[in-house]
């Protein structure tokens, strides 16, 4: 893995100021697939691409036009120095703060306030927060803050599936995801449907099997992928 530039963005609103890493390069050896897309990748990290302003709570875009020119410095680090610590360099684009803290991740509520603000500007900014939300109640239901039985009733989560297959729905590759959106949401049926043309895939047939066995099961869970 190896480091790119750490960029600073400023709250359209009241102008505070926020920072976010970014790679120049990394990979996913070692990564852990899961069966709703999440991928954990501990040589590639991923950086909030949306925040809630600590100051005044606007939600905005980490992108080119929040983003403050010149305040952080590129520091590029070598693969193996384990004793790398990137180097914030301060300059006046800091506005009135002495430190920036990096911006931080959209939790559960704050995502779906903001898909109520339509905040979303296009298709890829709307799957980028659905997926979130689904991966922020799956996240929930792995770390015991959210039981199985109260999620299987909250009208929230299966809205936000159906959106995502609403989303999905011309992605002529997408039979997988769409057949485990519909476990997720416990409709058995409809998944065992999806999955019936890739159980004898070369590719992807261990997975679609796997699948159907938690589908057949009544099995809603999400599950780790052997990815081939």
């Given amino acids: 893995m190896m480091p790119g530039p750490t960029y600073v963005y400023a709250c359209p609103d ?5 920072t976010k890493r970014s790679l120049a390069s990394g990979n996913t050896f070692g990564a852990t697939h899961y069966s709703d897309m999440r991928v954990d990748a501990p040589m590639m990290p991923s950086y909030p691409r949306i925040t809630k302003c600590e100051r005044c709570e606007c939600t ?27 180097s914030e360099v301060k300059n006046p684009a800091f506005g009135d703060q002495l430190e920036l803290d990096p911006a931080k991740e959209l939790d559960r509520e704050d995502i779906k306030d903001a898909l109520f603000m339509n905040v979303q500007r296009d298709d890829d900014d709307e799957r980028y927060l659905r997926y979130r939300l689904l991966w922020a109640y799956h996240k929930q239901l792995e770390d015991g803050t959210l039981t199985r039985e109260v999620l299987n009733e909250d009208l929230d ?61 009544g099995n809603r869970e999400v599950f780790v992928l052997d990815v081939p």
């Fill in 157 to 217: 989560y299966l809205e936000n599936i159906d959106a995502i297959l609403n989303l999905i729905k011309e992605d002529e590759n997408g039979h997988l995801f769409r057949a485990e959106l519909n476990r997720f949401a416990g409709r058995f049926e409809r998944s065992l449907e999806l999955l019936e043309p890739t159980l004898n895939d070369p590719l992807w047939g261990v997975i679609s099997k796997k699948m159907k066995e938690l589908s057949e099961a």
């Fill in 14 to 18: 009241c102008q505070y100021r926020v």
């Fill in 60 to 86: 905005f875009w980490l992108d080119e036009t929040t983003q403050v020119e010149g305040a952080i410095m590129p520091q590029i680090a070598h693969f193996y120095d384990d004793d790398f610590t990137p």
